[in-house]
């Protein structure tokens, strides 16, 4: 069965690809502000699932482009190889770009479906690895667009010899990739939880950290809550006025899921202990770990709807979500969203 | 354009390098030179020897429908394998992993296949229009 190159088909799935790549880059990066943010760096607090809403086209996106990728390489199938292998420098260097795209972007697509799923078959650290190859890829992407883009107004091919026409193949290829959406989105997208057979997370709301991994035990009448000088118990902050606010939580993992929090707006407890607001550092009774502390922006420390939640969807919340109160803001990233508070305090 | 386009990608690209260069090991090396390997070696010639098998031995009326139904179910079984398959994976995790998969893998395939043979079936064959 001998092929002959397909410009046409390869333009329309490359432009396909390279959509769902250029969504992952720019949610990826902004993911990566929100959780080291530059002095420039500002996030708007409106719409309050703004955060869920990228970092879900992240992941989404890049699941879509899982199958693109295998039909982009099977449609160019014959150009790969080709010989001799290299013919000229400019050859060479054309091969050697196309190599370091297809290994960037297998490792971008590969890597992130892993972690998506906590697994982790490496020894490096996710995050630095893949968002270091994620510039690889896009560089190398725009390196492949300019080499064909004289190639891109080739007319379709006449006829395509094979089972499928020109047509069915990319009709199969956008089906794949929307088979492959339904399957992983409910995660995410509440109203495809019970299609989404291989979706992580399918519960109502997921716990991620429980107190048990956290090492956090139960918490006795003892805990206070340090806001500047003034120290509350969970008492004193049931009696303050409450405010309840429907927000998400949402994970950097592309999961995400809404509830009703009710408790005390950050605001008011630092007008309480009558502390300037700004930058607030919020630090939880876990002992270690990466995400024992956070920094909440004072965009967000202002916002009436940042609560240090006491009860969710009614209940008191429970010690897997943080009793005796856990930090919720709109639009933030959920390893943000510290559990189990003990201090505020305004850092600059 | 084309030249603007491509010295753009070169800057963004060496970036890149920048900032994976401090983390580079032979873990992260085989990590990025292993995808273009595993597909060149076993993927791809997997994907050409079914179009062959396919060619051969299923009556032509059938066959776009196993095409279709085999390239769903390849995409499905590659996306569960980060669930299924897990000696690497972090510190067990309840909350993570909340369904059956197998289960739920098994019942994906067998509505895929339903529905491409059921609609192969029920299409009357039109004469082939080849684009
Ligand atoms: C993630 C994105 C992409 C990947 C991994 C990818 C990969 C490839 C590979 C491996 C080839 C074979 C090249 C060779 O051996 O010479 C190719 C060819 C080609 N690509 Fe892409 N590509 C991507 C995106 C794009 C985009 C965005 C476009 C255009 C808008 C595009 C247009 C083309 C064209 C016109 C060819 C030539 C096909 C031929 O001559 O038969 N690609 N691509
Ligand atoms: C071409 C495709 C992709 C690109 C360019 C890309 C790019 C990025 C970038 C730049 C980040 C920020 C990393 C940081 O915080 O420093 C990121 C994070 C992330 N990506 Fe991707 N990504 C791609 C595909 C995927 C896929 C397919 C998945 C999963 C299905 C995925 C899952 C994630 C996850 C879970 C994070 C959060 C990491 C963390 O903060 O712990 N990515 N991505």
Same mark, same amino acid.
């Given at each position: 069965?001998?092929?002959?190159?397909?410009?046409?088909?390869?333009?329309?799935?490359?432009?396909?690809?390279?959509?769902?790549?250029?969504?992952?880059?720019?949610?990826?990066?902004?993911?990566?502000?929100?959780?080291?943010?530059?002095?420039?760096?500002?996030?708007?607090?409106?719409?309050?699932?703004?955060?869920?809403?990228?970092?879900?086209?992240?992941?989404?996106?890049?699941?879509?482009?899982?199958?693109?990728?295998?039909?982009?390489?099977?449609?160019?199938?014959?150009?790969?190889?080709?010989?001799?292998?290299?013919?000229?420098?400019?050859?060479?260097?054309?091969?050697?770009?196309?190599?370091v795209l297809l290994g960037a972007s297998f490792f971008e697509l590969v890597t992130g479906l892993f972690n998506a799923a906590q697994n982790y078959p490496w020894r490096f650290f996710f995050?630095?690895?893949?968002?270091?190859?994620?510039?690889?890829?896009?560089?190398?992407?725009?390196?492949?667009?300019?080499?064909?883009?004289?190639?891109?107004?080739?007319?379709?091919?006449?006829?395509?010899?094979?089972?499928?026409?020109?047509?069915?193949?990319?009709?199969?290829?956008?089906?794949?990739?929307?088979?492959?959406?339904?399957?992983?989105?409910?995660?995410?997208?509440?109203?495809?939880?019970?299609?989404?057979?291989?979706?992580?997370?399918?519960?109502?709301?997921?716990?991620?950290?429980?107190?048990?991994?956290?090492?956090?035990?139960?918490?006795?009448?003892?805990?206070?809550?340090?806001?500047?000088?003034?120290?509350?118990?969970?008492?004193?902050?049931?009696?303050?006025?409450?405010?309840?606010?429907?927000?998400?939580?949402?994970?950097?993992?592309?999961?995400?899921?809404?509830?009703?929090?009710?408790?005390?707006?950050?605001?008011?407890?630092?007008?309480?202990?009558?502390?300037?607001?700004?930058?607030?550092?919020?630090?939880?009774?876990?002992?270690?770990?990466?995400?024992?502390?956070?920094?909440?922006?004072?965009?967000?420390?202002?916002?009436?709807?940042?609560?240090?939640?006491?009860?969710?969807?009614?209940?008191?919340?429970?010690?897997?979500?943080?009793?005796?109160?856990?930090?919720?803001?709109?639009?933030?990233?959920?390893?943000?969203?510290?559990?189990?508070?003990?201090?505020?305090?305004?850092?600059? | 354009?084309?030249?603007?386009?491509?010295?753009?990608?070169?800057?963004?690209?060496?970036?890149?390098?920048?900032?994976?260069?401090?983390?580079?090991?032979?873990?992260?090396?085989?990590?990025?030179?292993?995808?273009?390997?595993?597909?060149? &070696? +076993?993927?791809?010639?997997? !994907?050409? *020897? =079914?179009?062959? #098998?396919? $060619?051969?031995?299923?009556?032509? %009326?059938?066959? /776009?429908? &196993? +095409?279709?139904?085999?390239? !769903?179910? *390849? =995409?499905?079984? #590659?996306? $569960?394998?980060?669930?299924?398959? %897990?000696?690497? /994976?972090?510190?067990?995790?309840p909350g993570l992993l909340d369904r059956d998969y197998p289960v739920g893998l098994l019942v994906a395939v067998g509505v895929v296949w339903a529905a491409v043979l059921v609609t192969t079936?029920?299409?009357?064959?039109?004469?082939?229009?080849?684009?």
């Amino acid at each position: 069965m001998k092929r002959a190159s397909s410009p046409h088909t390869a333009t329309r799935i490359g432009l396909w690809s390279g959509v769902a790549f250029g969504l992952c880059f720019v949610t990826g990066l902004l993911s990566h502000l929100l959780q080291h943010p530059p002095g420039w760096f500002a996030w708007p607090t409106r719409p309050v699932g703004l955060y869920r809403v990228t970092q879900g086209v992240h992941v989404t996106a890049g699941v879509a482009a899982i199958p693109l990728l295998l039909a982009k390489l099977w449609t160019v199938h014959p150009k790969l190889f080709e010989r001799p292998v290299v013919r000229s420098l400019p050859h060479a260097l054309e091969r050697g770009s196309i190599f370091v795209l297809l290994g960037a972007s297998f490792f971008e697509l590969v890597t992130g479906l892993f972690n998506a799923a906590q697994n982790y078959p490496w020894r490096f650290f996710f995050p630095p690895a893949h968002h270091a190859v994620a510039w690889i890829a896009v560089g190398s992407l725009l390196v492949h667009i300019a080499v064909k883009l004289p190639l891109m107004r080739t007319p379709a091919e006449q006829v395509r010899r094979g089972t499928l026409s020109r047509r069915g193949f990319l009709l199969t290829t956008g089906g794949a990739a929307a088979v492959a959406v339904l399957a992983t989105a409910g995660g995410t997208v509440p109203w495809l939880r019970a299609v989404s057979v291989l979706g992580a997370r399918s519960v109502e709301l997921p716990v991620n950290r429980t107190a048990a991994s956290a090492r956090v035990s139960a918490v006795d009448d003892d805990w206070r809550l340090t806001v500047g000088a003034r120290r509350f118990s969970r008492r004193e902050l049931e009696a303050l006025p409450q405010t309840t606010a429907e927000l998400p939580i949402a994970c950097v993992e592309g999961w995400s899921a809404s509830a009703r929090w009710t408790g005390v707006p950050v605001r008011d407890l630092l007008a309480l202990a009558g502390v300037e607001p700004g930058d607030v550092r919020v630090e939880s009774l876990e002992r270690d770990g990466l995400y024992r502390a956070s920094t909440l922006p004072a965009a967000h420390a202002r916002d009436p709807s940042t609560l240090l939640a006491l009860r969710v969807n009614g209940e008191t919340l429970p010690l897997d979500h943080g009793y005796p109160c856990r930090l919720i803001a709109p639009s933030r990233p959920g390893v943000t969203q510290t559990k189990w508070v003990t201090r505020l305090e305004v850092v600059r | 354009m084309r030249w603007v386009i491509g010295a753009v990608g070169v800057v963004m690209g060496l970036w890149g390098a920048v900032l994976v260069l401090p983390l580079v090991d032979v873990d992260l090396a085989l990590w990025f030179v292993a995808g273009p390997v595993v597909h060149d &070696v +076993l993927l791809a010639p997997l !994907f050409a *020897g =079914v179009g062959l #098998l396919v $060619a051969r031995w299923v009556p032509p %009326r059938w066959r /776009a429908a &196993v +095409l279709v139904g085999g390239t !769903f179910t *390849g =995409v499905l079984v #590659l996306l $569960a394998v980060p669930l299924l398959w %897990r000696p690497f /994976a972090g510190s067990r995790n309840p909350g993570l992993l909340d369904r059956d998969y197998p289960v739920g893998l098994l019942v994906a395939v067998g509505v895929v296949w339903a529905a491409v043979l059921v609609t192969t079936a029920v299409v009357r064959e039109r004469p082939r229009a080849d684009r």
